[in-house]
């Protein structure tokens, strides 16, 4: 099990809409060591594409994560919070919230970052997708991200733009398992039942990777 801190309270679907929780969560993320070297990679990233990138959740197991869940964008909730986390106040965190919870994955044993893992979109719009050019240039970072965590035993590829991350992934690490999931936005969930099935089932699978109980 990773050493990551256990979850107060506070945390839960949706628990940073309060102002309060996320300026407790910003002084948590201050000083937790195990975000530490995530945090200094942002600030790399932030220089080098001079766009915004959201951080890791301290509540998660940053760098001593067995699972790396990536999904494709910071969302629009992440200008309010910082942060990529399962308890932003958003539905696909919401969704992301109960999937993982279903699945029986410890929050210490995750990191949640995206593909591209800077803000794309302008203030104030919707998000978008990611350019090629984007994605390209995200591909560097993916190697340096995999360099921090020398727990990992999984990834989780959620969405289109993660996917296509799957040689990148390979060749940066080979023989890591890679699991492929749909994201899990509401519209797309919404779309099919066999969306959130298909969800579930990669969980699942990426659990049995982590030697956890079905």
């Not at 940053?62 to 990529?84: H, I, K, N, S």
């Not at 969930?189 to 699978?205: D, Q």
Request: hydrophobic fraction near 45%; proline fraction near 13%.
């Amino acid at each position: 099990m990773s050493g990551g801190p256990a979850a107060p309270d506070i945390a839960g679907p949706k628990s940073l809409a309060d102002s309060g929780a996320v300026a407790a969560r910003h002084a948590l993320a201050e000083v937790s060591p195990h975000l530490a070297p995530l945090r200094r990679l942002a600030e790399r990233i932030r220089a080098e594409q001079d766009r915004p990138v959201p951080e890791a959740d301290p509540l998660d197991g940053g760098v001593e994560a067995r699972l790396l869940l990536l999904l494709e964008t910071p969302g629009p909730a992440t200008g309010r919070t910082a942060f990529v986390s399962r308890d932003n106040p958003t539905g696909t965190a919401a969704n992301l919230f109960r999937f993982l919870a279903g699945a029986g994955i410890p929050r210490a044993d995750t990191l949640i970052w995206n593909a591209v893992p800077w803000v794309i979109h302008a203030p104030g719009a919707r998000n978008r997708a990611p350019r090629t050019a984007e994605i390209r240039a995200a591909r560097a970072y993916l190697p340096p991200l995999l360099a921090l965590m020398p727990n990992l035993a999984v990834v989780v590829l959620s969405g289109r733009v993660s996917q296509g991350l799957g040689p990148a992934l390979a060749e940066a690490r080979p023989g890591l398992p890679a699991v492929a999931i749909p994201h899990p936005s509401p519209t797309y969930v919404c779309t099919s039942p066999e969306v959130p099935r298909r969800i579930a089932a990669g969980l699942e699978e990426a659990a049995r990777h982590l030697g956890l109980p079905g």
